[in-house]
C-alpha cells in the first residue's frame, strides 16, 4: 500500500541497513524496525551485519514485528550461548591441544533459535531483497549472501570468531561480517536503485583512550581484546552526531541517512535491560527521521538536505563476494 504524503503519492525506493552490534545491537534493531513501520516507511531492499543480519532477516522474512518483540522480551542467553563447560575446556586445550577447537560454543542452539524465529526458510521467499554480510575464513573476503537458506547464513554473519564456532556452507566456513564491515551499505544501495539508504549504526564503541591494562581486568576481557582489533577503524560514514546525511560514495546519487542513537551498554551475553535499549532505540530513530519524512517517502534526492558530496570512498566496495 503506497501511504499519502504531503498530497502526493510515496514512490521513493527506500533500502535498510542494521549494523553488527552484539546483543544490545539484537534489541536496538528491533526497536528501530518498530520505528519504521509505525512512521510508515516502506522497505525496497534491506542488508544486515551480525546482530543486523538476525533482526534484519527475521523482519524481511515476514515475522510480524510484535512476535518477534515478544519472543526477544523473553530471551535468555542459553537461547544463543551454549560455551563448553570449564572441564570440556580444559579437556580440549591440554588433552587434544586445541586441536580442532574453534569457538568456546558451537552454533546448534543459536540456528535452531533462528529457524525458530523466522517466518520462512529461504532468500527468495522473503517480502523484499534481503542481504546478509558474513567473511569467508578461507579467502578473508566478504561475502554477501543474497540466496538459498537464511538461517545458516544469519548465524554465520553473528558468529563472531573465539565465541562461536564458524559456520560451514556449501564447504565453505564463514564468520562474523563485522570482521570487515560494519553496515554493508554497497550490498543493495546500486543494484536495487534506491533513492535513500537508511543506516542504523549501534556498533559499540569501546574507547581506545581507556586505560588497556584497567579494561583487560574486567570480566570478558578477552572480548575487550577482539573489540579493540575490530573496531580499530571507524566507517566511512559515522561522524559521531545522531543523524547525518551523506550522498552514496559510489556516485548513483542516492542519499545515505545515518543514524548513530546512543544507548546504554551492554555487555555479552547479558539481556537484562534489553527492552530498555529497545524503547531507546525506537524512540530516538522516530524523534530523528520525523522532522524529514515526507522528503523521505516522496522525492529524497532532491528535498533532503545534503550538503557537499561524501568525497570519501567506502573501503566495503572492495573485495565483495556476492551469493545469488
Known amino acids: 500500500m503506497q501511504r499519502e504524503v504531503s498530497g502526493k503519492h510515496a514512490t521513493s525506493r527506500i533500502g535498510i541497513v ?52 515478544a519472543t526477544l522480551a523473553g530471551i535468555t542467553s542459553r537461547a544463543f550461548w551454549t560455551p563448553d563447560s570449564l572441564p570440556r575446556f580444559l579437556w580440549e586445550m591440554t588433552v587434544r591441544r586445541g586441536r580442532g577447537y574453534t569457538g568456546l560454543s ?19 521467499e522473503c517480502r523484499y531483497p534481503f542481504h546478509v554480510l558474513a567473511v569467508n575464513l578461507g579467502t578473508g573476503k566478504k561475502m554477501v549472501f543474497s540466496a538459498g537458506e537464511l538461517a545458516p547464513r544469519m548465524t554465520a554473519s553473528a558468529a563472531m570468531p573465539i565465541l562461536y564456532d564458524p559456520v560451514r556452507i556449501d564447504g565453505e566456513y564463514y564468520c562474523d561480517g563485522a570482521l570487515i564491515d560494519f553496515a554493508p551499505t554497497d550490498a543493495i544501495c546500486c543494484r536495487h536503485r534506491l533513492d535513500v539508504v537508511i543506516v542504523h549504526h549501534v556498533s559499540q564503541q569501546f574507547s581506545i583512550h581507556r586505560d588497556i591494562e584497567s579494561s583487560l581486568e574486567d570480566s570478558w576481557a578477552m572480548l575487550e581484546i577482539v573489540n579493540r582489533l575490530v573496531f580499530r ?60 519524512l515526507d522528503a ?29
Open 233 to 292: 577503524e571507524r566507517p566511512w560514514y559515522l561522524s559521531g552526531e545522531p543523524l547525518t546525511l551523506h550522498h552514496c560514495p559510489c556516485g548513483c546519487g542516492a542519499i545515505v541517512v545515518v543514524l548513530e542513537p546512543e544507548l546504554p551498554e551492554m555487555r555479552w551475553p547479558i539481556t537484562k535491560d534489553g527492552d530498555a535499549t529497545r524503547f531507546r532505540a525506537r524512540e530516538q530513530a522516530e524523534l530523528l527521521l520525523a522532522p524529514y
Open 296 to 324: 523521505l517517502i516522496s522525492d529524497p534526492r532532491k528535498q533532503l538536505p545534503v550538503s557537499g558530496i561524501t568525497a570519501i570512498q567506502s573501503a566495503s566496495g572492495c573485495g565483495i563476494n556476492d551469493n545469488h
Open 106 to 124: 558451537d552454533t546448534r542452539a543459536a540456528l535452531q533459535f533462528t529457524r525458530d524465529n523466522l517466518a520462512v526458510e529461504t532468500f527468495g
Open 18 to 69: 542494521l549494523s553488527s552490534g552484539g546483543v544490545r545491537g539484537v534489541y536496538a534493531h528491533t526497536g528501530f524496525m518498530q520505528a519504521i513501520q509505525g512512521l510508515g516507511i516502506s522497505i525496497t531492499a534491506s542488508a544486515g551485519c551480525s546482530a543486523g543480519a538476525l533482526v534484519g532477516g527475521f523482519i524481511a522474512s515476514g515475522t510480524p514485528l510484535d512476535d518477534w518483540a
